[in-house]
């Protein structure tokens, strides 16, 4: 028969309660009586029941990561990855581990909401059903949304500033006297493809500069759809000497065409990108793009994500993240 | 008081089983059945309990996916990133969820290994200490190695032809007529590194190419790096015409320097990558490059797993995917 921890206790010396921590949160216990109850738990063989564990506490140590498949994919998505990362390392320092999934994870096959696994907490990314996030909050699991905003009682949302972000960039290229200026705006959530254009638009009326439809384009935020759409409007009669694209792979995808039509950036079309991701830097020249501090998205998430669940009252419910403009060769 | 599972049969009409079966497998009862189930569930305002679920079954359809601290970042890794998409994707279809964590999240402070939470079945990528392959095989949790090769006992190792993929572009440079040839290594697992390395001074050897040390730098695998010993080489007497960087980012960075030296990419210096990953497409020209299917390899890794986990017996312990020179405009 295996090995239970009342045989370790016994063997070693010490309580139940203190073979249980030396494994379960092994700082709370001193290294003498580590060191001893390891020691015997190597010599009986023994190895803790982790579902055991878990139905004990009712704890699993376990964080979802939630992304809603519209904006899939979520590992290779380079606005999500760095937050991913970030969020992933922040739990491993609490000895949490993160799993990744999707919201198709959390329903049945009719449709309705069923949350299959245990979570300690979960965090959503981007577009979520309100649905979903009152029926984890019945369940007592508490939720953080990130890159998203919904007006539900005491729920925490993390989100950039889009607006400002998108006005930070157009007013950079006003400032440099662009008084042609494009717009190649990505199909994100409604709510942070309108904050980015409505910064665009904006900016433009404060400078008395007009907003020229034929050179403002609506597309998939995909380095080959962003080359396309440049390609169709560097044809164009009367075109811009710069482009506000609202991300960095709208923007790589951009500077495709304008090479590939024998042009400079920037000496003949100036470009600025968003999110500031892996992208901005590979292309060359290096891509001037609007900083969101995604990693510190993912952080601050987890972060308060860890507060919930040890049951601490939320500060505030909107963290407003603000970000940067990063001026490097394009613009 | 909570309702039951037998108070949801009661009011179903089914049988404790198959209410169960609704939750745990929907697609092994009828839609009839289902239907009425999850409207008793509903009245009853009923939710199963995952721990305790877990618990009866000894499963929680949890699948780690451990990667060594040492080639961090892991979400954000060009090379691993495809490979965690494709495992998290099949995962999901088949209702499991993985998780991303370290080597660093089994262990005790001691050094010992301990794996803390249950999991169904784990993927390690890379790096491994075979110590802790065997406390796995000891609790009986199947194990599959990705990128990697380990000569243990039945254990399934999914590897990429490393050796054979720098075969092909050294191969593919010495016929464009290139008799100086350079080789910017990264520094990858020793398996990995030295696989790619041999590829490259074998086929030199082939073509009768002598080795030129002065053009051959073992370096860290980012994108600075990359660039810094380009531009430093790009200054030797006697230059090559032609590099073979051992992954993308390496590429990235030296296609930076050439083009900063106002030389140009491949008319003066040719460059082939290795991975083929999202940067290949990123950068303009395009980069040539060695492709490793790491979405298959990330996909594979699943579905043996889930063989593995479901008693069934591994017909082949080690899976070498093949590579291929994908050709764009960079050589």
Known sequence: MAATIIDV???????????????????????KARE?????????????????????????????????????PAILNPFYSPMLEAAMQ??????????????????????????KKHMDGVIFAGEVDIRVIEEFRKQSIPVVLVNNYLDMDGLVCISADHYGGAVQATEYLCKLGHCKIGLLSGRFSPQVSEARIEGFVKTLAKYDIPVDDRFIADIEPALEDGE????????????????????????????????????RVPEDIAIIGFD????????????????????????????????????????????????????????
Chains 1, 2 share one sequence.
Do not use: W
């Open 36 to 72: 001893k109850i390891y020691a015997a738990a190597k010599q009986l063989n023994y190895a803790p029941n982790a579902i055991a564990r878990a139905m004990v506490r009712q704890q699993t140590e376990n964080i979802a990561f939630i992304i809603h498949e519209k904006q899939y």
């Open 276 to 331: 500031d991701s892996y992208i901005s830097r590979v292309v060359e020249p290096e891509l001037t793009t609007v900083r969101i501090d995604a990693a510190k998205m993912g952080c601050l998430a987890m972060q308060t994500l860890f507060d919930l669940i040890a049951g601490m009252p939320v500060e505030k419910a909107h963290i407003q993240i603000p970000t940067e403009l990063i001026v490097r060769g394009t613009a």
């Open 228 to 263: 396309e759409i440049m390609t169709r409007m560097l044809r164009g009669v009367d075109r811009p000497t710069a482009f506000f694209c609202t991300n960095d792979t709208i923007a790589a995808g951009a500077m495709k065409a304008v090479t590939r039509a024998g042009l």
């Open 90 to 115: 922040e739990g491993t320092r609490r000895n949490y581990s993160l799993f990744v999934t999707t919201s198709q994870d959390i329903h049945l096959p009719n449709g309705d909401i069923y949350i």
């Open 9 to 31: 206790a016994r063997l070693c010396g010490y309580s139940k309660a203190t073979v249980s921590r030396a494994y379960a949160s092994p700082e709370a216990v001193s290294e």
